[in-house]
């Protein structure tokens, strides 16, 4: 599959279950104490920068419910998302708000225009082999000091750098954090703290979630 096909193939996916989504997950926020603390670490991070810390984008934004959560936090946000039923249901939802259809590898925005980006599990569905150029596009983006703030499922343990899992919607990828984080580093991203959250015992997929912040160096 080229990167277009992974592309075309993750947009009409959500496109199917755009609505679904949205309804399951508006306030997917409200049981996440520890996910809303490292939302606010990071909108801190980015108002730090000075005169309001600049645009932030929310890139695989979904329906633009965690695109609303930074803008209440006092940041500058707005979202990209491949899927244009997504992108409808989230200028619908947050008519406030600027909500654009586009690609994580291939954004429209200037070098170094962003103080922070925020990739909310949307990198989960990129293949690693194609992630170096999603990591080199959020580095193209982001003014130096500028702060991100990426969330994904990591591996069953260090040995494992990537393991594929069969998500509802299509593939998807899990990551050795360690490993993740190199590879962030090798764009110029670089760590400057994770949570590492383990999965309750009710949770379909006993996968630990990881929240990590970078900065543009
Ligand atoms: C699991 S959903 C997460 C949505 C939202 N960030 C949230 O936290 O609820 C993944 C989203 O990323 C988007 N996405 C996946 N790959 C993308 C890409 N290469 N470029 C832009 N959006 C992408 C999908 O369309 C989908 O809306």
Not at 91 to 118: C, K, N, T
Not at 121 to 142: D, G, K, M, N, Y
Not at 189 to 203: G, I, N, Q, W
């Amino acid at each position: 599959m080229t990167e277009l096909d992974t592309l075309q193939a993750t947009r009409e996916a959500y496109d199917a279950i755009a609505s679904t989504y949205a309804r399951l997950f508006h306030d997917t926020l409200g049981d996440r104490p520890w996910e809303r603390a490292l939302l606010g670490a990071f909108a801190e991070l980015v108002r730090s920068r000075g005169e309001g810390g600049g645009e932030v984008a929310d890139l695989g934004c979904g329906p633009g419910h965690v695109t609303a959560h930074l803008h209440g936090l006092g940041l500058r946000a707005f979202g990209v998302d491949a899927s244009p039923v997504m992108i409808g249901l989230a200028r619908e939802a947050h008519p406030g708000l600027r909500f654009e259809v586009g690609s994580m590898a291939a954004l429209d925005i200037g070098d170094g225009a962003l103080g922070g980006v925020l990739s909310r599990w949307s990198v989960i569905h990129t293949p690693p082999q194609e992630l170096p150029a999603v990591f080199a596009e959020f580095a193209r983006v982001l003014a130096p000091g500028g702060q991100l703030l990426i969330e994904f499922p990591a591996t069953d343990g260090p040995d494992q750098e990537t393991q594929a899992y069969d998500h509802t919607v299509a593939t998807a990828y899990r990551w050795s954090p360690d490993r993740f984080a190199a590879l962030l580093r090798e764009h110029g991203l670089r760590e400057s703290a994770r949570l590492v959250s383990e999965p309750k015992p009710t949770d379909r997929r006993q996968f630990q979630e990881v929240q990590l912040l970078a900065y543009k160096a």
